[in-house]
């Protein structure tokens, strides 16, 4: 039996200074979906949110016949707004469309009043006032008379030009981001887009997921260019390589070259409960079936491994495509693709994916950017009661980001992406109170001065990993009156001094991020507190690897390196025979390999001949990997 069996001998020093990392503190947000019941009013034009043309004097029951581009071909009624995108936003809102006739403008179970209709004869263009009150919680039109005529139907909110695009009260918000991701605007959950003709064109009446369609690229890049934030976007599962070609066309020639786009594959493919999930699972099996050469390159016939690979795979073809259109200089500078994986299983999801992608394709940061999770902090079993208090549901989640502090997968992210050269990132993040129990409680604890501390403590400890960009879910304004969780930053775009924001403002003008995790080097390492341990790692007596140990014939340790230089390794070691040997690596480099001495007993040690290593300030990863005899004990491994 080859085993090499790491045992204790004794108590181990663990060093627990912090350092501080030469990163800025990056944070992101993710916005939310474009809907007519929207809290973040994202869009001027109000019909850039509409739910679609439906019947005249019932808008919500159906659809009515449209043209080529979407834009109605009889009589029709639509949703603009429903609360609480209504809720208090009295004004004049300025309707102007194109007709060969002068319409008739109603309204459909709204209030208000219709005003100063007037058609221009030789330009078509019709115009008329739209005065709101306060107090009202949805608005819907009709349209009668029209010839089916009716073209560019614009309704401004009050305040705004027919040029404008975005509200201020959104673009103020997203000044404080550093990157924009798309997910929710581009509905990428369940998406059937396949090929670039099936995207929404920037002309679109209506940009909402609930019309079926998708904000357009072109719409995307505009708030990125306007505010100089880097984006991130989320190809669909089934776009096939033109489509990704042609995106990449479209991001190279618009995107303000000094910014950066972040290539993500669809969005949470590991998660059951998204259909793309399962269209993966399918389409590996059928790669595999036809003769794909990689996803089981190594006969291990498990589809649900194959799933993780073709994950993988996929971004990697994706990240190729875009540097055949950007070139390898500017790929390098400003494109960054990220393998998106399940944060709470990297044994399963991130270690099969970039073990995959480093055997088949070589090191994975010649491909890849970074590696991102979803690092959400929650009320745990606490909400399983039914009557929590504020001060309750504010412990609990004080408590859930407590425990990242020792969470075992968040070091296992950590370590795996930084041993593979790849910076680890938040594809999404912030406070998950998700569930039908104690939603009073929930919203009051949102709004209470008690989140900021908390928000801002999850944010530090983020960053004491060593992690990057973390994008908050959900940038903008969400429901705190709901079942289905306090998701925004805040709940009213006109709030921007809400907790959470004060929390996220707090941490971003810290600067830089101080590193908090790891093993403290120069210092000492306890052999058991390795890469994907178990949760009693430290109650055990010896742990036993071998060949075929699923974490591998090795075992990686996180470093948190105070100064940067040659750091020799020495480990303290027992063996009952000669030649037995184990490399040393440092983030997917080996660094040489050591030879242990014989000492007659796997319980009596002797200290190997130490081996420079040189190694950056900061993360950093070690690997010590069995690679001859039989077996050989080590009860400390010194980083000097």
Sequence with gaps: MNAFIIALAGAISLGVASAQSTTPINLGGNLEGVTDWSYSNVFADMVKQSRGFGPPTTPWSGTVAVDAKGWPTVDFGVILATWPGMNGIAGTYKISCVCATTPTIGLVASPGQIANEVRNPKTGVVTADLVYPAGGSQLMLNFTKTNGGVRNLQVMRPGYKTTDVFTTPFTTHCSRLAALRFMDFQATNGSSIQHWSDRTPAGAPSYSSAANAQVPWEVCIAPCNKLNKDAWINIPAKADDSYVEDLAQLFHRTL?????????????VWNWGFSQATWNQTQAAADVASGDPDLNYDKVNDKNVWCARRIAKRIKTISDIFRRVYGNGGWATSVRPVLATQIAWPGYWLVDGLTFANDRFGAPNKYLFACAGAPYFNLGTADQATNLSKQQVLQALAASVEAQKTDLSMDACATLSRFYNLKFLGYEGGPDTFGPNNIAAKKAASLDSGIQPICANYLNVWFGYGFDLLNWFVAGATSYDSQYGTWGL??????????????????????????????????????????????????????TLNPTDWRGPYRDYLLRVQTAGSHPITLSVGTDQAGVKVQVWLNNVQVGTVALPSTGSLSTFKTTVPLAVKMNAGMNVIRVKFVAGDQASVSQITVG
């Design 256 to 268: 303000n070259p000094n910014l950066h786009v972040y290539l993500e594959y669809s969005n949470e």
């Design 490 to 543: 805040t709940n009213d775009m006109t709030n921007p001094s809400a907790p959470k924001i004060k929390a996220f403002d707090q941490v971003k003008a810290q600067g830089k991020a101080v590193l908090t995790e790891g093993i403290s080097v120069p210092g000492k390492v306890d052999p058991r507190q390795f890469c994907l341990r178990d949760a009693n790692w430290q109650t055990g007596g010896g742990l």
